[in-house]
């Protein structure tokens, strides 16, 4: 969590228990407010603890995050291509749209506000933090300043240039020499045009963002069977605990030959044929497509048969994956006891 804290007389009881009622509505919308482009508000609170009425407000902390006006992002030589830039508006756009919908605006906008918590993911830090403090202007007048900010926001970003307002036109202007038709012409809605209506400017922009929908659901699929992997491999890993757990453990409760007898004993040479065969010149097999498909039948307790022979091949035995592991969990229940 990240703790913000900010010093504010106008707003605080008295007591200061609570928040005066007037601050408290925004507060309390912002609370019960979750967006994946936001940062989540989780607690707000005053406190005379720094020698003034200050209010604190509870924050998601995001480790290694980058605010978008750090230098790694502004002065870097590499240029944002369209794609990579239509992720950020995208995000963006869609966090302000959504706060919007709850009867707040962000006022905070800016490069400092807008933090990147991993490779393409992008968030608004301290939404609605000044709607709290200051009410100085109507409601429609800061959704014209949010949609203006983000314009700034981008050309900035794009021309990496802290004074693209001194002459927004000419700042425009540059912008085609670099990036889309589309591009230019959203950024010139948003700082040039005013009485903003969203759902037009989003409807002239419905194809680049359907592409960046695709793009999204491609990377959730990618996570999802990364996700499913590192699933396999953790099943993998625990059956082989398991297994290393009973394969010629020394005793158990005065029992100096449980490993060797009853179900142990198809356990142990399960295990020495997954892990301890050679070749016919008595060379080792170092085959781990072998290691692998062994333990996914036996987790998967397949009804297959497996040829199990003893090192000195007096003692054979023909048994299924399912067996094996109905044996090996009885084992394992055994060491729990």
Not at 95 to 101: F, G
Not at 170 to 193: F, G, M, P
Not at 222 to 236: A, F, P, Q, T, V
Request: aromatic share 10%; proline share 2%.
């Amino acid at each position: 969590m990240e703790l913000r804290i900010v010093f504010t007389e106008s707003m605080v009881n008295d007591d200061c228990k609570s928040l005066s009622a007037k601050s408290f509505v925004p507060v309390e919308k912002l609370l019960k407010f979750d967006h994946p482009n936001i940062v989540q508000l989780h607690e707000a609170f005053t406190t005379y603890a720094f020698d003034d009425n200050s209010l604190c407000l509870v924050y998601d902390y995001h480790p290694d995050s980058i605010a978008c006006d750090t230098e790694s992002m502004l002065k870097t030589a590499t240029m944002f291509t369209d794609q990579q830039i239509w992720t950020f508006i995208t995000q963006i756009f869609s966090a302000i749209s959504a706060i919007h919908k709850i009867g707040l605006t962000v006022d905070i906008l800016n490069l400092g506000s807008i933090i990147q918590t991993s490779p393409n993911r992008y968030r608004l830090a301290w939404a609605g933090l000044s709607y709290i403090l200051i009410d100085s202007l109507n409601y429609q007048s800061k959704i014209e300043n949010d949609f203006y900010n983000f314009g700034i926001v981008i050309l900035r970003l794009l021309l990496k240039n802290a004074n693209v307002e001194k002459n927004i036109k000419a700042s425009i202007s540059a912008l085609t020499e670099r990036y889309s038709n589309s591009l230019v012409n959203l950024v010139s809605q948003l700082v040039l045009e005013k009485n903003y209506n969203v759902d037009t400017i989003l409807a002239s922009h419905a194809s680049i963002l359907l592409n960046q929908f695709d793009s999204i659901n491609r990377q959730l699929d990618n996570m999802e069977n990364n996700m499913m992997n590192e699933l396999s491999n953790g099943r993998i890993s625990r059956l082989l605990c398991k297994l290393n757990f009973i394969i010629n453990r020394p005793e158990l409760r005065n029992d100096f030959r449980w490993s060797e007898t009853g179900d142990r004993y198809m356990l142990s040479l399960f295990y020495s044929y997954v892990f301890h065969q050679v070749s016919d010149k008595g060379e080792p097999i170092l085959d781990m497509a072998h290691v692998i498909s062994n333990i996914n039948k036996l987790d998967a307790g397949s009804n297959e048969h497996v040829l199990l022979i003893s090192k000195d091949e007096k003692s054979c035995l023909i048994v299924s994956y399912k067996s094996i592991q109905t044996s090996l969990e009885l084992a394992y229940k055994e060491l729990l006891k």
